[in-house]
């Protein structure tokens, strides 16, 4: 069964460093997604990106924040600058189309800032 | 904006109890809802979704209906097991391509 994969599964950084996370979404998906939830906190909404740009973002997703298809396969999210509360599990996601199509995420990658 | 209200837990339930995990939604136009669930450890997976107002979703011995009068979507199964033990969400897509997240429910499941 078609999967999204994230890498690394658990990062450990420290404030101020830069940090990619990186995801293969599902082949045949068009639209990819970024969610974080903060330990015990609830899943939110990052940035939704559809034919090679942002096509929706949150007020969380600030100019620290960037993403990327760098190839055919790979989306990434960069944080430029990492701060303490940016330690959060990041889910990729990805979905075929429009709004009734679900959405399918990755296993997510913790990231830790120290 | 669109918003979720789940129910908080934990929720602690023996083995072949009833489960129901309350959800409500306030969105514009007709959202597409949807039953994510967090086995420990594990990522987000899709237990079940409904796209129109009366139809029921339906996955694992778990159902929700889209109730758009009540503008609700509560999560149900008859009788749980063990293995069911994790956190649950409630999540609405309306316009644009976003799932906007309820708290989730915490549930356990005791033999």
């Known amino acids: 069964e078609p999967e999204v994969t994230q890498t690394p599964s658990h990062q450990v950084t420290q404030m101020g460093q830069e940090v990619i996370l990186r995801c293969v979404p599902i082949s045949n998906h068009l639209y990819f997604y970024w969610y974080r939830q903060i330990l015990g906190q609830k899943v939110e909404f990052l940035v939704s990106?559809?034919?090679?740009?942002?096509?929706?973002k949150s007020e969380i997703f600030d100019d620290q924040f960037s993403v990327e298809r760098p190839d055919g396969s790979n989306f990434t999210l960069k944080i430029r600058s990492t701060k303490l509360e940016d330690s959060a599990m990041y889910f990729c996601?990805?979905?075929?189309?429009?709004?009734?199509?679900?959405?399918?995420f990755g296993q997510g990658t913790r990231l830790t800032v120290v | 904006g669109n918003s979720v209200t789940q129910m908080e837990g934990p929720v602690t339930l023996s083995e072949e109890a009833f489960l129901t995990i309350n959800c409500t939604y306030t969105a514009t136009g007709y959202p597409s809802l949807f039953w994510y669930v967090q086995y420990p450890g594990e990522g987000l997976q899709l237990l079940l979704k409904a796209t129109k107002a009366d139809d029921k979703g339906s996955n694992k011995g778990f159902e929700a209906t889209y109730r758009k009068e009540t503008t609700s979507f509560h999560l149900e199964k008859g009788s749980v097991q063990v293995s069911d033990s994790a956190v649950y969400f409630c999540a609405l897509k309306a316009a644009g391509n976003k799932l906007t997240f309820g708290g989730g429910t915490r549930v356990l499941v005791k033999p």
């Open positions: 990106f559809y034919n090679n740009e942002i096509s929706e």
């Open positions: 996601a990805s979905s075929e189309t429009g709004p009734s199509t679900e959405a399918f």
